[in-house]
């Protein structure tokens, strides 16, 4: 039924975007994107598409702007129109029946239930000359609507409406027979437990002994620059880990991983990922490689570091987790900083003699999708220059009110401690973090590690 349909989806969010468009096209459909509703207009218009799958909030031109646009033409009416939101409420679902949509489905949403609800709506077409008939004012919340849909319309967008319902319903219901059978089991658990607990407290020191030889044991001692880093996990057990290490005479690497999630699985996925980057020559090391036929070295560009870490850790293979990173080979001789940023925070460059710098990076996180380019980007830097690669528990970082650090106070620590020693304003920075957090602590992993260039 997929065959050469033409599917145009409207996502601000990149990632969901192309998630959603391999989930399509692994069903047979065809799929163009767009990042917003006006530029979804304007290719609806260019070229007709089957249907539309549209993101409610987004910039420029929203959602209910742009199916209402769509409804508004003679020409596009007829075109299935399904919205896609995390918005849920009942003024919510007037407000899409005002504007004309089809089909609502909520997020997060399963992708066989979407699938299903696109082949309704492409075996119910609305004709030309489905009438609206009459237009109903509808009150709701203190705001007026008018629902003006045919009846075809509302009849789809009521059905998808009720089946949300019911299915977050069932959710429920699941939820609630899962409870009861865990309420069940809790005596005896609790009683297993105080036995596990001891081999357990054994069991993460043992792990966290392993983990933290993924930190620096020294910092490279080299005339050319100086180095510093912290790194506070939140739990025993820890998804983030860094590190830097020479890789020959002129060039030293530094890299900051920040795997999902808590626990051991995220530890056990961290330790693997750090012994693959190593510095030493073997053949599981993705950082150094030999020259075939000869004792050559070969630095693997941080591109080529992080498109063969994304095939070899599948998100789909490792339990759903993943992981970001920042990896960079720091040129001594040329002074530059050549690195990837796989959803990771941006980096900080601390010019000697101007303000910080944030360098974002828009590459997907490591293990969502396959065969993935990620784009090498270079700093350049001069003498008394700083760089700055953090993990995102630095920025995100909560007061008991729920307010975040934030990028602003981040760099108004750094620029403070410009003229301090690089392990005074690296310390500074995960002291201000402590202090943001006093109450409850960090809930996050947080590792900063820093370089400056020699004054």
Known sequence: MADKIDVLIAEDSRIQAKMLKKKLEQAGYSVRLAVDGKIALEMTRQQRPTLIISDIEMPEMSGYEFCEAVKSDPELKTIPLMLLSTLSEPEDIIRGLHVGADNYVTKPYDTDYLLSRMEDLLSTPLGRDDDPGQVLDVKLAGKSYQVKAGTQQVLNLLVSTFENAVAKNNELIRSNEEL????????????????????MSRDLDAAAKIQQSLLPTTTPDVPEATFAWKYLPCDELAGDFLNLFPLDDRHIAAFVVDVSGHGVASSLLSVTIGRVLTPQVSSSSLLVRQVDGSSEIRIVPPAEVAYELNNRFPMEAQGELYFTMVYGVLDLEKMEFRYVSAGHPAVVHQPIDGEPQLIEAADMAIGW?????????????????????????????????LNEFGDQRMIDVITATKSEPLEKGVTSLLESVQQWCIKNGPKDDVSILAVQMTP
């Open 180 to 199: 009861s059978l865990a309420r069940d089991q809790l005596t005896k658990w609790n009683e297993e437990l105080e036995t596990l607990n001891a081999r």
């Open 369 to 401: 999708v396959e065969d993935v380019e990620f784009e090498e980007r270079i700093v350049k830097l001069n003498a008394g220059d700083r760089l700055f690669l953090y993990s995102d528990g630095v920025p995100e970082a909560m007061d008991e009110e």
